[in-house]
């Protein structure tokens, strides 16, 4: 026998030395939800572990993913009211726009805000919607692009565009130019598919969505449209590209990683986070092992950047996990 790969397998320490993909707290994002006129956190029946947060609370959970060492926040609101137009998602005051200014104080980490319509639209959709009923894509531009540059007046350093209208990224960028914010980066949901993984989330935000977002999320068996929407993005300016889910799309991230040079992202969503959860609960597997794994499998298939709803936890316990 001339190899014998498990010669590199027979200690903690040679494995640790050879080890290939390694996931630390600055590469975790924090995604976090805040509830317009809470004045306690309101646990997410869905999401065990997470909760909708109230201002005092929102400043807490900045502060402890600060301190654990996470690498990002990233804020979603759910308002009061809800309109047509999402008219909340242009509101200097509106709650999204608060949350960001409350987080500011808390953090020097980059503040990443969701631009998107879904949680400011009475009618759930990620746009506005046109006199038959149908997403309005080049209407719902203009909202984004007043929007970005509310969330950017607020202190948020990075935008979230996780619309999947076509152009967002361009019309977001020539806004926030115009307005002065040129140093406000763009992190583009560019592979964004229609997943039934974003169940749990709806909850989160309440989403008053009837129906689905299939006519502007990819179609989960497509994979080299998924290449062509990252090509886009990163042509109309996008500084970060993001796949979503990320664990039923790992050969999506590795085939994106592959063909940008722009830092890649992955988002662990709610329904994968839930998943793990309720598995755990009723004792059917070991829920750290399968964090650990989880993540590492993110970033092995090449995301740089990891959203999870267990960044905190997991940057806490990393120092003694790391081994
Ligand atoms: C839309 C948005 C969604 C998620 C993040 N941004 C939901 C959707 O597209 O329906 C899902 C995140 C998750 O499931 O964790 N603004």
């Not at 869905?46 to 005092?56: C, F, R, Y």
């Not at 969505?209 to 300016?237: C, F, H, I």
């Not at 979503?244 to 991230?253: Q, R, T």
């Not at 988002?267 to 590492?296: C, F, K, P, Q, W």
Request: net charge negative; with cysteine; charged share 25%.
């Amino acid at each position: 026998m001339t190899e014998r790969p498990r010669r590199l397998r027979t200690s903690a320490g040679l494995r640790r030395l050879v080890r290939e993909a390694h996931v630390t707290p600055s590469d975790l994002v924090q995604p976090l939800f805040v509830r317009e006129g809470l004045v306690e956190p309101r646990p997410i029946a869905t999401m065990p572990g997470v909760s909708q947060h109230s201002e005092a609370s929102l400043r807490a959970a900045v502060r402890a993913a600060t301190e654990a060492g996470v690498g990002g926040i990233m804020l979603f609101a759910v308002p009061e009211v809800r309109d047509e137009d999402g008219s909340g998602a242009t509101d200097p005051l509106g709650i999204l726009a608060q949350a960001v200014r409350w987080a500011r104080e808390e953090t020097d980490r980059p503040i990443i805000a969701d631009v998107c319509l879904d949680e400011f639209t009475s009618h759930g959709h990620c746009g506005v919607l046109s006199a038959d009923g149908r997403v309005d894509n080049d209407r719902t531009l203009e909202r984004y692009a007043s929007m970005a540059v509310v969330l950017a007046d607020a202190g948020s350093d990075v935008l979230g565009l996780s619309g999947m209208m076509d152009g967002q990224v361009r019309a977001v960028r020539t806004a926030l130019d115009e307005s002065g914010h040129h140093d406000t980066a763009l992190l583009a949901y560019a592979a964004k598919y229609a997943s039934a993984f974003y169940g749990p989330f709806r909850d989160a935000v309440e989403s008053a969505l009837d129906g689905d977002r299939r006519t502007y999320q990819q179609d989960p068996a497509n994979g080299r449209e998924a290449l062509r929407e990252v090509r886009l993005d990163v042509a109309e300016g996008a500084d970060i590209v993001m796949v979503k889910p990320a664990l039923a799309y790992l050969d999506i991230v590795a085939r994106v990683r592959d063909a940008v040079d722009v830092p890649v992202a992955a988002y662990v969503v709610s329904g994968e986070y839930s998943m793990v959860e309720a598995a755990a609960a009723a004792g059917m597997l070991d829920r750290e092992r399968v964090i650990d794994e989880s993540l590492t499998s993110v970033a092995r298939a090449g995301a740089g950047i990891i959203a999870t709803y267990w960044a905190t936890e997991w940057a806490l316990a990393w120092p003694s996990r790391s081994s």
